[in-house]
Nanobody, 124 residues
Framework: QVQLVESGGGLVQAGGSRRLSCAAS????????MGWFRQAPGKGREFVGA????????YYADSVKARFTISTDKAKNTVYLQMNSLKPEDTAVYYC?????????????????WGQGTQVTVTS
């Protein structure tokens, strides 16, 4: 049973930084892609970025490119989302997701497993 547990959310001032973690368990993830998505109040879930576990190739949404960075710690089976220069519009629940096929997809339906999410609130 795949489990994804996000942590690291909280309150942060605009311009600040925050690092989210996603601890993955229940599988060997070497062939997986791990994605980050977010959902703001009243909006749909949107793609933030993804990383392929096998070669660490990444793919980001234009809205976060150059501000957010995804990385992995294979020894800990953990994926990180480093968020810098945060803006109030980054406020959302952030979700970790896993795609067992290893595609770098930006689509919700491309992912097989999801975490429960962690709230990030950016104040102006």
């Amino acid at each position: 049973q795949v489990q994804l547990v996000e942590s690291g959310g909280g309150l942060v001032q605009a311009g600040g930084s925050r690092r989210l973690s996603c601890a993955a368990s229940g599988r060997t993830f070497s062939s997986y892609t791990m994605g980050w998505f977010r959902q703001a109040p009243g909006k749909g879930r949107e793609f933030v970025g993804a990383i392929r576990w096998s070669d660490s190739r990444t793919y980001y949404a234009d809205s976060v490119k150059a501000r957010f960075t995804i990385s992995t710690d294979k020894a800990k089976n953990t994926v990180y989302l480093q968020m810098n220069s945060l803006k109030p519009e980054d406020t959302a629940v952030y979700y970790c997701a896993a795609d067992r096929e290893g595609w770098l997809s930006s689509l919700n339906r491309g992912y097989d497993y999801w975490g429960q999410g962690t709230q990030v609130t950016v104040t102006s």
